[in-house]
């Protein structure tokens, strides 16, 4: 009779789907002083400090102006990050100048000879055990924010595979990898690790960004000095 | 019952409890003791692996998630059109008031091409339409642009391909906050249920302003939405109906629809840099040939 | 004044700061009650935002409407809301013909806010979301 009832538990228990195969890495997630590990990335020689200086130079007039930070800057955000996850794809929000990521749980990226290139690229993601691999390409090198933290820069060539992984269910591990033969000698990695926001932690409009403000274009002025 | 050493037992996860459970039932004398305890742990975990929110797609949950594009089933003629056959809201005089004066507001000419339209722009000299700036404060209704839902388990968020806030839909059962503690925004304070297939959302603290077919809202008015899915998955149909009893005399209703985007389809993003002097313009008049 | 009025004075100045910096233009340049055909060809088609644009020649030849003829600026929508009715960056090139129905601007330039082009294989693509007043999807039930 115990025989049975194992047999009857087992069959009670198989025949009833799981609500959820996959870890779910929903949430509010947010980035603290410690939360990040970046080392220094290695730089191909031709990566010179006059390209990085130019570099630079276009990064600030992409934020002088407002424009959509895009990746990796959004993924560095002082607010917390939104990350729901459907069953056929995976949004990331953000509370700053940034569009969404779409992380599309499908097989291949699409036809790039179509696909316009932004400032998050197009990411295709799946699920190994309990790593989600996040695999994107189709960046616009000329549009947002393009330094990477370590070094180097986005341009239209790069690859970024990213590894989503719960530690806990309050630390959400993110290893990003990039790499682009005109920028990076080896590929470049780093980790940050979000926290989980308090559970009743409601979404913010962003913070104002008025690319007509005259006092912030100021402050932002290559020229300006500092001071009151 | 037969009194066992349980390790596991002193453990409190649940796991650890069933693990207790089944060698409480496995020893227990008599047998059917044990087998009717098998019986209401298997039963127990069954329901918690069920317990978590309904998978969309059910009867219970529409399936929202992915892309959605407006479409003009009433053949309007022109965006601006699209809610000329929509029920025109009926208001108080005092809403009547406040819309007529948005309405004067509005009618202001911006630019100097419409303040004399009798004076056509020459060759290479475009019209400035805007100011540039990229910022839009997004909305609860969709435009032109697609829109995307994603439903996790306690909360639908709905993103536009145009700039704008998102809007968060909290699925929790949270309630809304007080008024007095809600910065009002173009897409308010949401929070939703499902409702036999239907998604339900209940919005609050919207920010002052019109509302599609002369309608006005304050952050005290109530928006209820229904999102309903058709039977064969392609068309979204949300039911909008605002309520306040200080602006409507009766609620304000009409519907949106909306088309799934093809299989395989991305998000676009809608680039816009302020610096660009481009951005201000529409028409530039080519040069003509002799 | 109870506590919630300031944040209610707060909501109407972003609702009135949002209407005055809006991106997004009107169509009042235009004469949207006029559908007009312009047959021609392509010179330049810029896949940009915050319009795309398509200039189209229109030489005098038999049966040309002498009221199109010239060189015209043709404005669409926004990349992201004309790819979601099937445009992309290579639906036109230079040196295609082009037959398009759109709304002349009211004061005589040669400026038209597109409705739609017909394909070769008489199909339309349109610019956004509407469509002709004599048309529209019946809603499923």
Known sequence: MRRAACILFAVVISATPSAQSSPDISGFWELSFDSRRVPAASLLPAV???????????????????????????MDSPRPINIRQGRREIVINF??????????FRPSHPNMEIFDPTTNGDSIAR????????????????????MIPGGGYRTSDS????????????????????????????????EFRYVRAPRLYEAQPPLACNPFDEQRAAFLSPSATGGR | MENSNCKSCETPSNRAFAFCILHFALH????????????????????????AAPAPGTAAVPDLEGGWVRIDIDGSGSFNGLAAKFPRAVLTPAAQAAVAEQGKRAAQPRFDFA???????PAGEGYVVTDGNCSLPGGVEPNSAAFHVVQSRDQVLIVRENPGLPRTIYMDGRAHPDLSRLTPTAVGHSTGRYDAGTLVVETIGLAQGNVTAGGWRTPETRLTERYRVSSDGRRLTTTYTWEDAKIYVKPHTYQIVAERTPPGSWAFESWCDSSDPSQRLSIVPPAQKE | MNARAPLLIVGSLIAVFAATTSAHHSFAMFDMDKDVTYKGV????????????????????????????????????????????????????????????????????????????????????????????SEGAPPKP
């Open chain 1, 48 to 74: 010179t400090p006059a390209v990085l200086a130019k570099r630079t130079e276009h990064d600030a007039h992409a934020i002088r102006w407002c424009n959509f930070l895009g990746l990796p800057m959004a």
């Open chain 1, 95 to 104: 509370e700053t100048v940034a569009t969404p990521r779409h992380l599309y």
């Open chain 1, 127 to 146: 699920w190994e055990g309990d790593t989600l691999i996040v695999d994107t390409i189709g960046f616009d090198g000329g549009k947002g924010v393009t």
């Open chain 1, 159 to 190: 690859h970024l595979i990213e590894r989503f992984r719960l530690l806990n269910d309050a630390l959400l591990s993110v290893t990003s990898t990039w790499q682009d033969a005109k920028v990076f000698r080896t590929p470049h990695t780093y």
């Open chain 2, 28 to 51: 227990a004398k008599p047998p059917i003791l044990g087998v009717l305890l098998l019986l209401t742990l298997a039963t127990t975990l069954a329901a918690q692996r069920q317990s």
């Open chain 2, 115 to 121: 303040r004399d339209p009798s004076k056509p722009r």
């Open chain 3, 42 to 133: 392509v010179t330049e088609y810029k896949w940009s935002n915050p319009h795309v644009h398509i200039t189209v020649e229109i030489k005098a030849e038999p049966g040309v409407d002498p009221a199109t003829v010239g060189i015209w600026d043709v404005e669409g929508g926004s990349q992201n809301i004309m790819g979601r009715q099937g445009w992309t960056r290579a639906s036109f090139k230079p040196g295609d013909p082009i037959t398009l129905v759109g709304h002349p601007m009211r004061d005589g330039s040669k400026g038209i806010s597109l409705f739609y082009v017909i394909l070769p294989d008489g199909t339309r693509m349109y610019h956004d979301i509407a469509r002709p007043k």
